[in-house]
């Protein structure tokens, strides 16, 4: 089992910044990927951005140009700076890890942390 700890939400008001941490722990075998999803209230967990062991990114089309993954794999850990925030990007942020064992998938998910942008 891989063991997330995310960091680094609050409250911003729009235009500002935000960085989020992801640091994996435990079994941390067989990673293809990490990334983040956000979940506003009364809405669906929606994919924002993620980050292949190789180093290829993707993101969703709302945070393109603002948002920016990277991921550090000496401290299995991942970053998502936050910039030109806005009221829309309220959501809790969870950290995801997809990867396999073997013949097994696994994708775990951390606690979540609030980024609240106030207009």
């Known amino acids: 089992q891989v063991q997330l700890v995310e960091s680094g939400g609050g409250l911003v008001q729009a235009g500002g910044s935000l960085k989020l941490s992801c640091a994996a722990s435990?079994?941390?075998?067989?990673?293809?990927?990490m990334g983040w999803y956000r979940q506003a209230l009364g809405k669906q967990r929606e994919f924002v951005a993620d980050i292949t062991t190789g180093g290829t990114t993707n993101y969703a089309d709302s945070v393109k140009g603002r948002f920016t993954i990277s991921g550090d794999n000496g401290k299995n850990t991942i970053y998502l700076q936050m910039n030109s925030l806005k009221p829309e990007d309220t959501a809790v942020y969870y950290c995801?890890?997809?990867?396999?064992?073997?013949?097994?998938?696994?994708?775990?998910w951390g606690q979540g942390t609030q980024v609240t942008v106030s207009s």
């Open positions: 995801n890890v997809k990867g396999r064992r073997m013949i097994t998938s696994y994708s775990n």
């Open positions: 435990g079994s941390i075998f067989g990673i293809n990927s």
